[in-house]
Nanobody, 132 residues
């Protein structure tokens, strides 16, 4: 199982920016981070976890939730087994614990949305709080 450690969260005012990091290690079914898709999810208080953004193993394709499109940008550094989520123009409704996860994607990146409830492993997440 690829393990992840999320970091970079914090308290920011509405309109501000944060950059989250996801450091990965280990293998999933023999595959390392550089051959796996990566995605970010978030869970706000009292709400279910939701998909935020995903990127293919080679950074060739991305997918964003409508709520963050145009404000957030996912990226990855396969040489250093890291993924990032640049979050700009933050809003109070972006307040949540943010998680990253990896998966071997056979179809499209929508697999992350469809399969998120199947994932047994999750990191500890990083808290993002946006004040109004």
């Amino acid at each position: 199982q690829v393990q992840v450690v999320e970091s970079g969260g914090g308290l920011v005012q509405s309109g501000g920016s944060l950059r989250l990091s996801c450091a990965a290690s280990g293998r999933t079914s023999g595959r390392t981070f550089s051959s796996l898709g990566v995605a970010w999810f978030r869970q706000a208080p009292g709400k279910t976890r939701e998909f935020v953004a995903a990127m293919s193993w080679n950074a060739g394709t991305t997918l964003y939730a409508d709520s963050v499109k145009g404000r957030f940008a996912i990226s990855r550094d396969n040489a250093n087994n890291k993924a990032y989520l640049q979050m700009d123009t933050l809003r109070p409704e972006d307040t949540a614990v943010y998680y990253c996860n990896t998966d071997f994607i056979r179809g499209g990146l929508t697999d992350f949305e469809e399969r998120q409830n199947e994932y047994v492993y999750w990191g500890q997440g990083t808290q993002v709080t946006v004040s109004s």
